[in-house]
């Protein structure tokens, strides 16, 4: 999430409340998620196994809870609760906006474009030409649609991310300040649900079709032309490269990378990267082939045993 304008650093601290270690005036642009930080960012980490991944990180300002020493180049801001002020700083920089309409006065919606009633379309939301909005969608605020997307009725884009820290009074959830940007002559059917970025965007890329009562968690970027059947879940900052096709019910774990052309068979958990080109079955994941083939031996079994006695 990048700010209107460049901050300074003592700018940002007296926002938050926090002492920092660096130049007063060193240049603050945004803030965003360790695996999207760019130079310029603001990158939360509140725990020491990850202090050196977030200090060597592209980000140059780090909302660190100990004073340690700031590597050259960077800033820190120093914090009793990192997690507790990065909310602080997306609240301040994207407060949440009441809407007192079904479609907000402040979207914009491309010619041809046909929404159907009982749609929520939320503010500062871009839809392009020509797409085909069915009843009771809710289009929250931000999202991006290009030309040509046809969404099916029940389907929300835009809600929290699933990303929660646990608290002894029970769990505190960070504020989600992204997006869902979804590009061009793609299809999502009927109660599909595809949360926002915390800080940057959930992607659904050109050409894409997605079936009914899907689920794609945030920051999560799906490439162009692939095909998602039913009640798929993909959770969040997952990669998939173009024309991947998950059929029904695949589940994938956080933070992998799917490669393109990859063909996952239905019921299958992607519980780590796979490389494209290849079709992949079953729990742990494994190339179909295998898997099937374990599959075939296991039935083998009784009649081992029984030759046996």
């Not at 990158?43 to 977030?54: I, L, N, Q, S, T």
């Not at 774990?253 to 052309?261: F, N, Q, R, V």
């Amino acid at each position: 999430m990048k700010f209107p304008k460049t901050y300074q650093l003592h700018e940002i601290a007296s926002i938050i409340g926090c002492e920092f270690v660096g130049d007063s005036n060193f240049p603050v642009l945004g803030m965003n998620e360790i695996h999207v930080v760019e130079n310029g960012d603001i990158v939360f980490v509140d725990h020491p196994k990850y202090y050196d991944k977030a200090l060597q990180s592209a980000a140059t300002i780090v909302l660190i809870n100990k004073n340690v020493d700031c590597p050259k180049g960077k800033a820190l801001l120093i914090s009793d609760d990192p997690f507790r002020d990065f909310n602080k700083l997306t609240n301040y920089f994207k407060p949440f906006q009441s809407s007192n309409s079904l479609i907000s006065t402040s979207a914009k919606i491309g010619e041809g474009t046909v929404i159907q009633p009982n749609t929520f379309v939320g503010n500062n939301v871009t839809i392009g030409k020509n797409c085909l909005i069915h009843s009771n969608v809710s289009i929250y605020d931000h999202t991006v649609i290009g030309d040509n997307v046809i969404i099916h009725a029940g389907t929300i884009l835009g809600a929290d991310a699933f990303y929660y820290k646990k608290r002894e009074t029970g769990f505190d959830q960070l504020i989600s300040g992204g997006r869902v940007v979804i590009e061009n002559n793609v299809g999502i059917g009927a109660l599909c649900t595809i949360d926002k970025g915390v800080t940057g965007d959930t992607t659904i890329g050109e050409g894409t079709k997605i079936d009914n009562q899907v689920h794609v968690g945030h920051d999560t970027v799906i490439g162009k032309k692939c095909l998602i059947a039913s009640q798929t879940g993909i959770a969040g900052c997952v990669i998939i490269e173009d024309e991947v096709t998950l059929w029904g019910q695949v589940g994938t774990t956080s933070g992998i990378t799917i490669g393109a052309k990859a063909v996952v068979l239905g019921q299958t958990g992607v519980t780590k990267s796979i490389e494209g080109g290849k079709s992949y079955f079953g729990t742990p994941v494994e190339e179909s082939r295998e898997k099937l083939k374990q599959l075939a031996n296991i039935k083998k079994i009784p009649d081992l045993i029984q030759k046996l006695k």
